[in-house]
């Protein structure tokens, strides 16, 4: 669903992503970890072509993302992303933040936009906030709706760029449970994440990122049980 091949990045002097080879089947819910700076969000941020590459291939469900034009609009549509900070329109109800993309980039018909937001509100769980502002709810309900916004996209690969980091203690599980739920659903999925419960229980593969690179691999089993790397163990140790 996703391959990237041999995929290098620099800001400037610093080389972010190096020879990133990667393969992401349909349906596998992929948790990326490594520390601060490692590169994990620049990577995220490169599959849905919100960065440039210097080098290497990028495609999705097998098209290669182009650097411009029309059908890099369409593929990136395919792609959803939710970030740290929730970015929902805040001039706009919950509602209508669900429904605009659709109707902006997917040129569906506003009544069935609205009623594909409903339900999408209804399954993560914030139906009953459909006509408020974004302000008007709490941080895990605004996670929620920027879930079901993106998934109103009609997304083949969702991207998770840490996104229970900026929630209080008590709101960051009714997140995770939703993403739980969209894993157990089958949609494929990269998630950046330090939550290590739900890298156990939701994940097919754990990559451990340090420095640019794709350090190690493995299930999450045998990643946390027995890291290789004295990275991964070095970080491993300090987050446990
Ligand atoms: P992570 O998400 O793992 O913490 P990032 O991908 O955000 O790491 O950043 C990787 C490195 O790239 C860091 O050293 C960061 O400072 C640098 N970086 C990220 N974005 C930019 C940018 N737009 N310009 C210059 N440097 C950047
Ligand atoms: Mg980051």
New binding site residues.
């Given amino acids: 669903m996703v391959v990237l091949r041999n995929v290098n990045k620099h800001?400037?002097a610093?080389h972010?992503l190096q020879d990133i080879d990667l393969e992401i089947k349909q349906g596998e819910v992929v948790v990326l970890i490594?520390?601060?700076?490692?590169?994990?969000?620049?990577?995220c941020r490169t599959i849905n072509r919100l960065e440039t590459i210097d080098s290497g291939t990028i495609a999705i469900d097998g098209r290669p993302l182009p650097a411009e034009g029309r059908e890099l609009a369409r593929l990136r549509a395919e792609v959803g992303m939710v970030f740290q900070s929730f970015n929902l329109f805040a001039h706009k109800t919950v509602l209508e933040n669900v429904v605009l993309g659709q109707v902006k980039v997917r040129g569906i018909a506003k009544d069935r936009a609205v009623k594909t937001a409903q339900e999408l509100l209804e399954r993560v769980g914030v139906g009953a906030q459909a006509s408020k502002y974004p302000s008007q709810l709490s941080g895990g309900q605004q996670q929620r709706v920027a879930i079901a916004r993106a998934l109103a996209m009609n997304p083949k690969v969702m991207l998770f760029?840490e996104p229970t980091s900026a929630l209080d203690p008590e709101m960051i599980n009714e997140v995770l449970e939703v993403m739980r739920q969209l894993a157990a659903d089958g949609m494929t999925m990269v998630v950046?994440t330090h939550e290590m419960g739900f890298a156990r229980s939701a994940a097919n593969r754990v990559l451990f990122?340090a420095d640019g690179r794709i350090v190690e691999q493995n299930t999450p089993e045998a990643f946390f049980t027995a890291p290789r790397s004295e990275r991964a163990k070095d970080f491993l140790s300090k987050i446990l």
């Fill in positions: 800001f400037g610093l972010v490594g520390p601060s700076g490692s590169g994990k969000s620049t990577l760029d950046v990122m």
